[in-house]
Protein backbone atom coordinates (compact mmCIF):
# COMPACT_ATOMS: atom_id res chain seq x y z
CA UNK A 1 0.00 0.00 0.00
CA UNK A 2 1.58 3.37 -0.61
CA UNK A 3 0.97 4.66 2.89
CA UNK A 4 3.63 2.40 3.75
CA UNK A 5 5.82 2.91 1.16
CA UNK A 6 9.36 4.49 2.22
CA UNK A 7 8.50 7.63 -0.63
CA UNK A 8 5.90 10.02 1.12
CA UNK A 9 2.45 9.49 0.41
CA UNK A 10 0.47 12.34 0.71
CA UNK A 11 -3.40 12.59 -0.78
CA UNK A 12 -5.82 15.88 -1.42
CA UNK A 13 -9.08 16.88 -1.44
CA UNK A 14 -10.27 19.29 -4.16
CA UNK A 15 -9.80 22.11 -1.85
CA UNK A 16 -6.12 21.32 -1.73
CA UNK A 17 -6.17 20.11 1.97
CA UNK A 18 -4.29 16.76 3.48
CA UNK A 19 -6.67 13.44 3.86
CA UNK A 20 -3.84 10.81 4.03
CA UNK A 21 -0.65 11.42 5.13
CA UNK A 22 1.76 8.64 5.31
CA UNK A 23 4.82 7.87 8.07
CA UNK A 24 7.44 8.77 5.23
CA UNK A 25 5.54 12.44 4.76
CA UNK A 26 6.17 12.48 8.93
CA UNK A 27 9.61 11.61 8.14
CA UNK A 28 10.02 14.08 5.41
CA UNK A 29 8.14 17.40 6.82
CA UNK A 30 8.31 16.75 10.73
CA UNK A 31 4.39 16.94 10.90
CA UNK A 32 2.39 14.04 12.48
CA UNK A 33 -0.54 13.10 10.37
CA UNK A 34 -2.84 13.85 13.37
CA UNK A 35 -1.08 17.72 12.74
CA UNK A 36 -1.44 17.19 8.86
CA UNK A 37 -4.88 15.96 8.32
CA UNK A 38 -7.43 18.72 7.04
CA UNK A 39 -4.63 21.88 6.81
CA UNK A 40 -4.18 23.22 3.36
CA UNK A 41 -0.85 22.53 2.01
CA UNK A 42 0.38 26.63 2.12
CA UNK A 43 -0.23 25.94 6.16
CA UNK A 44 2.15 23.21 5.82
CA UNK A 45 4.70 22.93 3.29
CA UNK A 46 4.60 25.61 0.58
CA UNK A 47 6.77 28.74 0.83
CA UNK A 48 4.48 31.92 -0.30
CA UNK A 49 6.67 32.77 -3.12
CA UNK A 50 6.22 28.49 -4.63
CA UNK A 51 2.69 29.00 -4.43
CA UNK A 52 1.54 30.16 -7.68
CA UNK A 53 3.77 27.55 -9.15
CA UNK A 54 2.12 24.42 -6.85
CA UNK A 55 -1.47 25.04 -7.56
CA UNK A 56 -0.49 25.63 -11.29
CA UNK A 57 0.43 22.33 -11.54
CA UNK A 58 -2.37 20.92 -8.98
CA UNK A 59 -4.92 22.84 -11.61
CA UNK A 60 -3.44 21.02 -14.52
CA UNK A 61 -3.78 17.27 -12.34
CA UNK A 62 -6.98 17.75 -11.83
CA UNK A 63 -8.17 18.88 -15.07
CA UNK A 64 -7.23 15.97 -16.54
CA UNK A 65 -4.02 16.90 -18.58
CA UNK A 66 -1.79 13.63 -16.75
CA UNK A 67 0.50 13.45 -13.90
CA UNK A 68 2.88 15.50 -13.62
CA UNK A 69 6.99 15.58 -11.86
CA UNK A 70 8.65 18.31 -10.76
CA UNK A 71 10.91 19.30 -8.37
CA UNK A 72 9.85 22.22 -5.81
CA UNK A 73 11.16 23.56 -2.23
CA UNK A 74 9.02 22.81 0.54
CA UNK A 75 9.00 24.27 4.19
CA UNK A 76 9.20 21.23 7.09
CA UNK A 77 7.45 21.87 10.47
CA UNK A 78 10.68 23.24 11.87
CA UNK A 79 11.12 26.12 9.50
CA UNK A 80 13.70 24.42 6.96
CA UNK A 81 13.87 25.03 3.51
CA UNK A 82 14.40 21.52 1.53
CA UNK A 83 14.19 20.61 -1.77
CA UNK A 84 11.68 17.77 -3.31
CA UNK A 85 10.91 15.95 -5.72
CA UNK A 86 6.95 15.49 -6.75
CA UNK A 87 4.78 13.43 -8.59
CA UNK A 88 1.27 14.13 -8.74
CA UNK A 89 -2.00 11.99 -10.39
CA UNK A 90 -5.84 12.73 -10.26
CA UNK A 91 -7.76 10.64 -8.22
CA UNK A 92 -11.42 10.10 -9.32
CA UNK A 93 -14.22 8.53 -8.46
CA UNK A 94 -16.25 5.75 -10.27
CA UNK A 95 -17.70 8.36 -12.40
CA UNK A 96 -14.18 9.54 -13.18
CA UNK A 97 -15.16 13.23 -11.79
CA UNK A 98 -11.60 13.99 -10.02
CA UNK A 99 -12.12 14.33 -6.13
CA UNK A 100 -8.36 15.20 -5.38
CA UNK A 101 -4.94 14.21 -5.98
CA UNK A 102 -1.96 11.85 -4.77
CA UNK A 103 1.11 12.74 -4.46
CA UNK A 104 4.62 11.17 -3.69
CA UNK A 105 7.44 13.10 -2.51
CA UNK A 106 11.14 12.26 -2.05
CA UNK A 107 13.31 14.64 0.20
CA UNK A 108 16.36 15.17 -2.35
CA UNK A 109 17.75 17.84 -0.56
CA UNK A 110 20.98 16.35 0.27
CA UNK A 111 21.21 14.65 -2.86
CA UNK A 112 20.99 18.13 -4.32
CA UNK A 113 23.83 19.64 -2.13
CA UNK A 114 26.13 16.32 -3.10
CA UNK A 115 25.08 16.60 -6.39
CA UNK A 116 25.95 20.69 -6.39
CA UNK A 117 29.16 19.82 -4.62
CA UNK A 118 30.24 17.68 -6.92
CA UNK A 119 29.55 19.82 -9.83
CA UNK A 120 31.62 22.66 -8.15
CA UNK A 121 34.54 19.86 -7.70
CA UNK A 122 34.25 18.66 -11.20
CA UNK A 123 34.46 22.87 -12.42
CA UNK A 124 37.41 23.15 -9.55
CA UNK A 125 38.83 20.21 -11.14
CA UNK A 126 38.50 21.25 -14.94
CA UNK A 127 39.95 24.80 -14.04
CA UNK A 128 42.88 23.22 -12.18
CA UNK A 129 43.52 20.92 -15.33
CA UNK A 130 43.14 23.77 -17.57
CA UNK A 131 45.30 26.29 -15.89
CA UNK A 132 48.31 23.42 -15.43
CA UNK A 133 51.22 24.27 -17.52
CA UNK A 134 52.14 20.43 -18.08
CA UNK A 135 50.33 18.50 -20.24
CA UNK A 136 47.78 15.84 -18.90
CA UNK A 137 46.37 12.81 -19.91
CA UNK A 138 43.18 10.64 -18.90
CA UNK A 139 42.72 7.32 -19.90
CA UNK A 140 40.06 4.78 -18.89
CA UNK A 141 40.61 1.42 -17.62
CA UNK A 142 40.89 -0.22 -21.77
CA UNK A 143 44.22 2.94 -22.05
CA UNK A 144 41.71 4.88 -24.31
CA UNK A 145 41.69 8.71 -24.19
CA UNK A 146 39.22 10.42 -22.12
CA UNK A 147 41.24 13.77 -21.46
CA UNK A 148 43.67 16.08 -22.61
CA UNK A 149 44.14 19.42 -21.11
CA UNK A 150 44.91 22.53 -23.16
CA UNK A 151 48.69 22.44 -22.17
CA UNK A 152 48.64 18.62 -23.69
CA UNK A 153 47.21 20.36 -27.20
CA UNK A 154 49.73 22.88 -26.94
CA UNK A 155 52.81 20.86 -26.70
CA UNK A 156 51.50 17.58 -28.81
CA UNK A 157 49.28 18.92 -31.12
CA UNK A 158 46.43 16.25 -30.95
CA UNK A 159 43.02 18.02 -29.23
CA UNK A 160 40.59 15.87 -27.42
CA UNK A 161 38.02 15.40 -30.34
CA UNK A 162 41.19 13.57 -32.49
CA UNK A 163 41.87 11.29 -29.65
CA UNK A 164 38.83 10.97 -27.58
CA UNK A 165 38.48 7.43 -27.24
CA UNK A 166 41.31 6.21 -28.69
CA UNK A 167 44.85 5.46 -27.71
CA UNK A 168 47.52 8.10 -28.69
CA UNK A 169 50.17 7.11 -30.82
CA UNK A 170 53.01 8.97 -29.63
CA UNK A 171 55.34 6.27 -27.66
CA UNK A 172 58.11 6.00 -29.56
CA UNK A 173 59.29 1.98 -30.52
CA UNK A 174 62.29 2.20 -28.18
CA UNK A 175 60.07 3.51 -25.56
CA UNK A 176 57.67 1.04 -25.85
CA UNK A 177 59.43 -1.74 -23.13
CA UNK A 178 59.73 1.04 -20.36
CA UNK A 179 55.96 2.14 -20.37
CA UNK A 180 54.71 -1.35 -20.55
CA UNK A 181 56.76 -2.16 -17.61
CA UNK A 182 56.08 0.98 -15.96
CA UNK A 183 51.56 0.77 -16.68
CA UNK A 184 51.73 -2.87 -15.38
CA UNK A 185 54.09 -1.48 -12.04
CA UNK A 186 51.25 1.00 -12.01
CA UNK A 187 48.01 -1.16 -12.06
CA UNK A 188 49.76 -3.81 -9.76
CA UNK A 189 50.77 -1.82 -7.42
CA UNK A 190 48.42 1.42 -7.22
CA UNK A 191 51.15 3.46 -6.30
CA UNK A 192 52.58 6.57 -8.48
CA UNK A 193 54.92 5.98 -11.10
CA UNK A 194 57.58 8.23 -12.35
CA UNK A 195 60.11 7.82 -14.99
CA UNK A 196 61.78 9.90 -17.63
CA UNK A 197 61.43 9.16 -21.32
CA UNK A 198 60.19 10.30 -24.83
CA UNK A 199 57.31 10.91 -26.30
CA UNK A 200 55.95 11.84 -30.26
CA UNK A 201 54.27 15.18 -31.07
CA UNK A 202 51.39 14.87 -33.88
CA UNK A 203 54.18 15.91 -36.49
CA UNK A 204 56.71 13.10 -35.58
CA UNK A 205 59.08 15.39 -33.44
CA UNK A 206 60.58 14.27 -30.04
CA UNK A 207 59.51 15.73 -26.94
CA UNK A 208 61.80 14.64 -23.75
CA UNK A 209 59.16 14.32 -20.66
CA UNK A 210 59.28 13.09 -16.93
CA UNK A 211 55.77 11.21 -17.09
CA UNK A 212 54.27 10.97 -13.18
CA UNK A 213 50.87 8.36 -13.70
CA UNK A 214 48.66 7.38 -11.22
CA UNK A 215 45.33 5.66 -10.99
CA UNK A 216 41.93 5.83 -9.89
CA UNK A 217 40.60 2.52 -8.37
CA UNK A 218 36.64 1.07 -7.98
CA UNK A 219 35.86 0.10 -4.56
CA UNK A 220 36.52 -3.71 -6.10
CA UNK A 221 40.07 -2.31 -6.40
CA UNK A 222 39.90 -2.73 -10.61
CA UNK A 223 41.24 0.51 -11.99
CA UNK A 224 38.94 2.94 -13.45
CA UNK A 225 41.07 5.43 -14.70
CA UNK A 226 44.74 6.30 -15.21
CA UNK A 227 45.85 9.76 -15.25
CA UNK A 228 49.34 10.98 -16.40
CA UNK A 229 51.01 14.15 -16.31
CA UNK A 230 53.57 14.71 -18.76
CA UNK A 231 56.23 17.52 -17.66
CA UNK A 232 58.48 18.60 -20.72
CA UNK A 233 61.63 18.02 -19.68
CA UNK A 234 63.60 19.62 -22.89
CA UNK A 235 64.91 22.97 -20.79
CA UNK A 236 65.80 20.88 -17.71
CA UNK A 237 68.17 18.16 -19.56
CA UNK A 238 69.21 21.41 -21.71
CA UNK A 239 70.61 23.33 -18.82
CA UNK A 240 71.20 19.85 -17.49
CA UNK A 241 74.04 20.03 -20.81
CA UNK A 242 75.33 23.63 -20.10
CA UNK A 243 75.35 22.95 -16.47
CA UNK A 244 78.10 19.97 -17.41
CA UNK A 245 79.53 22.10 -20.01
CA UNK A 246 80.18 25.04 -17.98
CA UNK A 247 81.70 22.15 -15.29
CA UNK A 248 83.93 20.88 -18.21
CA UNK A 249 85.07 24.29 -19.24
CA UNK A 250 85.85 25.23 -15.51
CA UNK A 251 87.60 21.85 -14.54
CA UNK A 252 89.54 22.30 -17.49
CA UNK A 253 91.01 25.93 -17.03
CA UNK A 254 91.92 25.13 -13.90
CA UNK A 255 94.09 21.97 -14.99
CA UNK A 256 95.30 23.42 -18.38
CA UNK A 257 97.62 26.00 -19.66
CA UNK A 258 95.59 28.68 -21.10
CA UNK A 259 97.57 29.14 -23.93
CA UNK A 260 99.37 26.02 -24.80
CA UNK A 261 95.92 23.76 -23.43
CA UNK A 262 98.68 21.53 -22.09
CA UNK A 263 98.22 20.61 -18.55
CA UNK A 264 99.29 23.22 -16.41
CA UNK A 265 101.92 22.78 -13.57
CA UNK A 266 99.91 21.31 -11.19
CA UNK A 267 97.63 18.85 -13.13
CA UNK A 268 100.68 17.13 -14.84
CA UNK A 269 102.43 16.85 -11.27
CA UNK A 270 99.23 14.88 -10.06
CA UNK A 271 99.60 12.84 -13.51
CA UNK A 272 102.99 12.12 -12.28
CA UNK A 273 102.40 11.16 -9.10
CA UNK A 274 99.84 8.87 -10.12
CA UNK A 275 101.51 6.94 -12.80
CA UNK A 276 104.09 6.62 -10.03
CA UNK A 277 101.80 4.73 -7.53
CA UNK A 278 100.43 2.70 -10.35
CA UNK A 279 103.96 2.09 -11.47
CA UNK A 280 105.25 0.90 -8.14
CA UNK A 281 102.15 -1.54 -7.75
CA UNK A 282 102.30 -2.86 -10.93
CA UNK A 283 106.74 -3.12 -10.98
CA UNK A 284 105.96 -0.81 -14.38
CA UNK A 285 109.27 1.27 -15.91
CA UNK A 286 108.47 4.86 -16.01
CA UNK A 287 110.67 8.17 -16.82
CA UNK A 288 110.12 11.71 -16.98
CA UNK A 289 111.97 14.48 -19.37
CA UNK A 290 111.93 18.02 -18.48
CA UNK A 291 112.06 20.08 -21.67
CA UNK A 292 113.80 23.59 -22.41
CA UNK A 293 113.37 25.60 -25.31
CA UNK A 294 117.02 26.61 -26.20
CA UNK A 295 117.38 30.30 -26.23
CA UNK A 296 113.92 30.93 -26.49
CA UNK A 297 114.67 34.70 -25.27
CA UNK A 298 115.88 34.92 -28.37
CA UNK A 299 112.57 34.48 -29.82
CA UNK A 300 110.71 36.45 -27.99
CA UNK A 301 113.29 39.42 -28.61
CA UNK A 302 113.70 38.98 -32.34
CA UNK A 303 110.29 38.15 -33.37
CA UNK A 304 108.01 39.33 -30.19
CA UNK A 305 105.84 38.16 -27.82
CA UNK A 306 103.32 37.03 -29.97
CA UNK A 307 105.43 34.87 -32.29
CA UNK A 308 106.64 33.19 -28.99
CA UNK A 309 103.13 32.38 -27.82
CA UNK A 310 102.81 30.49 -31.35
CA UNK A 311 105.91 28.67 -30.87
CA UNK A 312 105.15 27.45 -27.35
CA UNK A 313 101.64 26.39 -29.26
CA UNK A 314 103.12 24.59 -32.12
CA UNK A 315 106.02 22.68 -29.72
CA UNK A 316 103.10 21.49 -27.56
CA UNK A 317 101.69 20.06 -30.51
CA UNK A 318 104.82 18.58 -32.24
CA UNK A 319 105.63 16.83 -28.80
CA UNK A 320 101.83 15.39 -28.98
CA UNK A 321 101.67 14.01 -32.16
CA UNK A 322 105.88 12.43 -31.61
CA UNK A 323 104.37 10.79 -28.18
CA UNK A 324 102.37 7.63 -27.56
CA UNK A 325 98.57 8.41 -26.95
CA UNK A 326 98.87 8.13 -23.19
CA UNK A 327 102.46 9.71 -22.60
CA UNK A 328 102.04 13.33 -21.25
CA UNK A 329 103.06 16.32 -21.67
CA UNK A 330 102.57 19.52 -19.30
CA UNK A 331 103.52 22.91 -19.15
CA UNK A 332 106.34 23.29 -16.18
CA UNK A 333 106.63 26.93 -16.62
CA UNK A 334 107.88 29.52 -18.74
CA UNK A 335 109.47 27.43 -21.30
CA UNK A 336 109.79 24.39 -19.41
CA UNK A 337 108.18 21.63 -20.16
CA UNK A 338 107.43 18.05 -18.23
CA UNK A 339 107.21 14.57 -20.49
CA UNK A 340 105.95 11.88 -18.45
CA UNK A 341 106.29 8.46 -20.17
CA UNK A 342 104.72 5.67 -18.45
CA UNK A 343 105.38 2.11 -18.88
CA UNK A 344 108.47 2.41 -21.62
CA UNK A 345 108.48 -1.63 -22.11
CA UNK A 346 110.00 -2.66 -25.01
CA UNK A 347 111.32 1.11 -25.40
CA UNK A 348 114.67 2.59 -24.53
CA UNK A 349 114.04 6.00 -22.80
CA UNK A 350 116.92 7.14 -25.41
CA UNK A 351 114.28 6.68 -28.65
CA UNK A 352 111.39 8.08 -27.23
CA UNK A 353 113.29 11.20 -26.09
CA UNK A 354 115.51 11.41 -29.23
CA UNK A 355 112.40 11.28 -31.23
CA UNK A 356 111.00 14.02 -29.58
CA UNK A 357 113.99 16.09 -29.96
CA UNK A 358 114.61 15.40 -33.57
CA UNK A 359 110.92 15.99 -34.08
CA UNK A 360 111.07 19.17 -32.67
CA UNK A 361 114.57 20.61 -34.39
CA UNK A 362 113.34 19.25 -37.98
CA UNK A 363 109.83 21.18 -37.72
CA UNK A 364 109.58 24.90 -39.23
CA UNK A 365 106.89 26.94 -37.43
CA UNK A 366 105.34 29.55 -39.58
CA UNK A 367 104.44 32.30 -36.64
CA UNK A 368 102.39 35.15 -37.41
CA UNK A 369 105.49 37.28 -39.06
CA UNK A 370 108.61 34.42 -39.57
CA UNK A 371 109.33 31.23 -40.01
CA UNK A 372 110.80 30.06 -36.94
CA UNK A 373 113.00 26.67 -35.96
CA UNK A 374 113.96 25.59 -32.07
CA UNK A 375 115.79 23.48 -30.67
CA UNK A 376 114.92 21.50 -26.97
CA UNK A 377 117.62 20.03 -24.58
CA UNK A 378 116.31 17.51 -22.55
CA UNK A 379 116.90 16.06 -18.84
CA UNK A 380 115.56 12.77 -18.09
CA UNK A 381 115.25 10.51 -14.98
CA UNK A 382 113.43 7.14 -14.19
CA UNK A 383 111.86 5.26 -11.62
CA UNK A 384 115.28 2.51 -11.38
CA UNK A 385 114.19 1.92 -7.73
CA UNK A 386 110.70 1.40 -8.35
CA UNK A 387 109.88 3.94 -5.12
CA UNK A 388 110.74 7.44 -6.00
CA UNK A 389 108.94 10.23 -5.19
CA UNK A 390 107.62 12.91 -8.14
CA UNK A 391 110.03 15.63 -6.00
CA UNK A 392 113.05 13.11 -6.29
CA UNK A 393 112.66 12.40 -9.96
CA UNK A 394 112.36 16.00 -10.87
CA UNK A 395 115.53 17.16 -8.81
CA UNK A 396 117.31 14.59 -10.93
CA UNK A 397 115.60 15.50 -14.45
CA UNK A 398 116.56 18.82 -13.55
CA UNK A 399 120.35 18.03 -12.66
CA UNK A 400 120.63 16.16 -16.05
CA UNK A 401 118.85 19.12 -18.04
CA UNK A 402 121.46 21.40 -16.36
CA UNK A 403 124.19 19.02 -18.02
CA UNK A 404 122.75 18.91 -21.36
CA UNK A 405 122.47 22.74 -21.35
CA UNK A 406 126.27 23.01 -20.26
CA UNK A 407 127.30 20.66 -23.05
CA UNK A 408 125.99 22.65 -25.96
CA UNK A 409 122.27 22.45 -25.71
CA UNK A 410 119.85 20.56 -28.51
CA UNK A 411 120.37 16.88 -26.63
CA UNK A 412 119.67 14.81 -23.82
CA UNK A 413 121.00 14.31 -20.52
CA UNK A 414 120.21 11.36 -18.05
CA UNK A 415 120.31 11.36 -14.54
CA UNK A 416 123.48 9.55 -12.92
Known amino acids: HLLNTPIGAIAWDLEFRTVEWNPAAEAIFGYTKDEAMGKHITELILPEDMKDLVEGIYNDVLSEKGGSQSTNENTTKDGRRITCDWYNTAL ?77 PFVPDDQKQITSEKTKELVNSGNKVQFETKRLTKKGAYVDVIISASCIKKQNGEVSKIVVILKDNREQKQAKKELELLNYKLKHEATHDPLTKAPNRRAILNKLRGELNRAERKNLSLSIGLCDIDHFKHVNDNHGHQVGDDVLCSFVEVVQKALRPYDLVGRYGGEEFLLVIPDSTGLTDENIYERVRAKVAEHKIAARSAVVSITISIGIARNSRGNETADELLAKADAALYRAKENGRNQLAFAD
Open 92 to 168: KDADDNPIGMASLVNDITERKKTSHALRESEERLQAILSATPDPIVIYNNLGETEYVNPAYVDVFGWSLDELLGKRI
